[in-house]
């Protein structure tokens, strides 16, 4: 994959984002970025809380570990993990699993309503409030899958946006 140019050699995905939305091309630029982002917010100080939907991740989640490293350093995270993702369900639940011992905060879907999202979204702390960062995807959270799909994700800050993906998992939460 290519170097996106200025999330490459960045220190910080999420104040790069803060000034302007970032948009990623797989599999022609890294998933690594994505990667990146959750690691980001899984350590910094600032970010307190995560949401993010999944439906099919890689069979060693890099991603899903974020989340449970986030957890674990005392962040508010929620996972809502699709069940009914044809050919994936046993291993959605196996990570799902592993979440909830970690302190993730797991939610599943209905009966018969499959959700096919592919949103995070992330609250920290600055100078001015909180913010509210989103990456919004057509793929997958999947390391594994975005080498070979050809996907696009939104990286933003931008609050038009981010609150309505807020008001997706407010949703996804029954709240």
Known sequence: PLAHPMLEDCSSILDLIRDKDRLLHFPYQSYEYVVQLLQEAATDPDVDAIWISLYRVAHDSAVVKALIEAAENGKEVSAFVEVQARFDEELNLEWAERMERAGVRTLYGERGIKVHAKLALIRRRESEGQRLYAYLGTGNFNEKTARIYSDHGLLTADPRLT???????????GE
Request: with cysteine.
């Open 163 to 173: 609150e309505e993906v807020l008001c997706v998992f407010r949703s996804l939460a």
